[in-house]
């Protein structure tokens, strides 16, 4: 029963991504390795954001009792972030989660994986993660093309709403 919620819950989540309709490839490899991938925090209120992945559990559990054993992953903290930038700049979150992969250059990445292909996306996610990505935030989920403050040092919700406003102006 446990596998089954989890797996259950995988799908779920990757049902709150929507790909452009002439995209002819699929990502569930993608999509398993940003799952297997925990996020961690190293910056002071980007917990809030573990947090937000948390609450998707709590929302696809319903009210079941079940205990997830792992972190929160990228793929969680993905579609959680993407319910907050609907709700901020307007549009609809599975929209705004393929625009997240986007952002990362992670569309990219289609299946099959080749082990290169694998070490690419890993790559991509250490440097979200460790926040080794450009200081506009080019290689994080928040690119910008005029970032007044450097993106690595500062909290995702902060690059969020600099990237919203950033394309609200354009």
């Known amino acids: 029963m446990t596998q089954q919620i989890e797996y259950d819950y995988f799908q779920w989540l990757i049902s709150q991504i929507e790909l452009p309709a002439d995209n002819p490839h699929t990502y569930n490899n993608l999509f398993v390795r940003m799952h297997e991938t925990e996020f961690i925090w190293s910056i002071p209120h980007d917990d809030d ?28 903290v993905l579609i959680a972030l993407s319910i907050r930038v609907a709700f901020t700049a307007g549009g609809h979150a599975p929209i705004w989660a393929w625009q997240l992969i986007e952002n990362l250059r992670l569309d990219r990445r ?15 996610l250490e440097t979200l993660i460790w926040r080794t990505y450009q200081r506009d935030g080019k290689g994080g989920f928040f690119p910008l093309n005029e970032a007044t403050e450097d993106q690595t040092k500062i909290d995702i919700w902060q690059q969020m709403n600099a990237y919203v406003n950033e394309i609200q102006q354009l």
Request: charged share 35%; no cysteine.
């Open 110 to 124: 289609p299946d099959p994986f080749t082990k290169g292909r694998a070490d690419r996306v890993d790559e991509t």
């Open 49 to 76: 954001r573990v947090q937000d992945g948390l609450n998707l559990r709590v929302q696809f559990l319903d009210g079941r009792r079940h205990e997830f054993i792992s972190g929160v992953s990228v793929l969680e």
